[in-house]
């Protein structure tokens, strides 16, 4: 580490860090638009066009950092990449429309594995009833992929993370901490079980979660990207809330059961731990049923402002490590 | 080389053979939208939102291979790819709104770096009246960003690169030739003249010459990066006309005469077939005058389809090369 701060590299700033000071310098030199809803910090920006509103979300994905080749066919991270950006949007509450798509290639990459991504790509594209809008080609060192995302919500019908209500209800829709625990299978050199190790090459989005969260009165939401237990510190930070998890409405699949077991892991920790999966997490008015495909894991309180508590403790305290992965931490 | 044609590399497909492929696999996959204007393969897609319309494209620049830390301060390098990525808009005939930016830094990068690129990035943007939508960091092996522009357009006034007519003109607004001449000078080791490496280290983009080639009729747009023959032969390839150039019309700046010829060069080439100056050249039926800052430098014909000939002869005939860059063919 370095005495003079000025000369900080990303390694001793963490991704955090260096999103932080980004963000603070980019706040004072914005334009005004009055077209633009919400613009950086949130999953995605809201542009309003007279009615409707287009949500925009970018995200880039590192060979080495988010994706193997031995680990994962190209289609599979095709799909991956595609999935995880469209995500973000639906996690606005807005229906897909379009993605744009850059990849940087290594000159040694077989032109089978660009067709198979491509193939991937596409055809999560299209299960999202997305199209591809745009996109270029570069060379690079390793392989890089930047996906934007777009789509389309009712105007002011944006779901954001800062609406979070004391007394909500939060709900959960897809699965947590298989991703994770894929990734541990990968990491030892196994390829089994299947399910996790097919959780973290594909993750499997109910793409039409975001706008049934958003019918049924969600008054905050976000996809779990980082885990689930940082990604909800997120919207207690931004709401002004604090937010408790009962682990016990929480469902533990048989093969995280088993394979943490083997692993001498706890698989609670990977649930709350863990990213990659993009479920939606959203908190709802206690007043009606949650949206179908919604499990209550938790409410929302008036303390602890900023905070997440897994059974009246902080995940910290309760597991001894911090939840969330840290890109630069390596 | 490998014999067998499915195990070719992007070294032997080469950039503009890759992205064919890809397009050719897209558009039988692409699922239908009523939104979609104008998906993949112009400047950028446009999406229709009941009487405006979105213009969005997307750019990835890599280190080595777009621009070099030791060529371009972070703040040049900022200003840059924020600057070509909004001039993609900008030739669709929109209004710059936004820009999304994922930018992979290798964990070495040290933070006023990023710093300066960002303040660089933020004020190009700002002086093209944008502002910033979003954005994604992620570690990588060498410095990669990735620019997705968004415009807006009167729906139906979007300028493609399939609108050109037998007997437009051919106008341009903005330099060409210049940032080939920076580069020339950079790659042996020299510095000056500095108004040619200048503009290699940012390009001096006229951000509301687009509208006013939309608003002076223009039949076809396009920004160039590839080279000027290049790209005019995008235009001459899906209009289905060909184009004349006539280079007696092209005022040949000071810089790029002496250059040129203590480096042995044509300066005319670097006019031809250098990149990355971003003008503006479209084409515009000949009963009215020019809009402001377009400049005549050649005509629309109806024979030789998809060629853009230079005094009557081919660029490769005339200067024994192909124009544009191959960012694979290293």
Partial sequence: MSSDPSSATLADLGESGLVAKILARISESQVQSSSVEIAAGDDAAVINTSGSSFVLSVDM???????????????????????????????????????????????????????DFMAGFMQETSDASSILLGGDVSGSESIVISVTALGTVVTGAAITRSGARAGDIVGICGRSGMAAGGLRVLQRGLRSPRALVDAFRVPEIDYSAGVRAAEGGATSMIDVSDGLVADLENIARESGVGIEIDTEKIVVPAELVSTAAAFGADPMAWILAGGDDHAFVATFPPTKPLPAGFAAIGTVVIDRVGEVHIDGVRYEDAYGATPGFQHFSS
């Fill in 61 to 115: 994905y590192v060979e080495g950092k988010h994706f193997r080749t031995d680990w994962s066919t190209a289609i599979e991270i095709g799909r991956r990449c595609a999935a995880a950006s469209i995500a973000d949007v639906c996690a606005m509450g807005a229906i897909p429309v379009g993605v744009l798509l850059a990849i940087g290639l290594p000159t040694t990459t077989a032109s089978p594995w660009v067709e």
